[in-house]
């Protein structure tokens, strides 16, 4: 998937300001902290990408984070935990269709400490990180 990393020239960083244009672009497998690079504060990271799931039914993504983030799935919202916070968790539910679905997440680092989680469970499987091979870019 397309992975997108934000700088703050101007201090505090927020979902809202995700809408800048990128420091750096590139491509990476895994929704985490990795692509940051070792970013300490005022970052934010844009995934984009696809999500393939294996069968119609409903499923439940979990996203943890310490600061905001926002999930959309197939253009609609599903998560929203905008914010400067500790981690938390945050979690939504949508019925998807079996096949690749458009995805967009979106996580800002205010000052502090920092984390990205991203888990789903469907049907026959529990909460677990996404598979890599069920992610693609565009």
Not at 51 to 62: A, G, L, M, R
């Amino acid at each position: 998937m397309k992975g997108s990393i934000y700088v703050s020239t101007e201090g505090s960083i927020y979902l809202s300001a995700i809408a800048l244009t990128p420091a750096r672009k590139g491509v990476t497998n895994t929704l985490d902290l990795d692509f940051a690079q070792g970013g300490k504060a005022d970052f934010g990271l844009r995934f984009t990408g696809y999500i393939e799931v294996p069968s119609t039914d409903v499923y439940v993504f979990n996203v943890e984070s310490d600061d905001g983030t926002r999930l959309r799935i197939s253009g609609r919202e599903l998560i929203l935990n905008d914010g400067v916070h500790g981690m938390n968790a945050a979690r939504g539910e949508i019925a998807l269709e079996a096949g690749w679905h458009s995805f967009e997440l979106i996580y800002f680092q205010g000052t502090g400490g920092q984390g990205l989680q991203v888990t789903w469970e469907g049907p026959g499987f529990l909460a677990t990180p996404i598979p890599k091979e069920r992610l693609r870019r565009q």
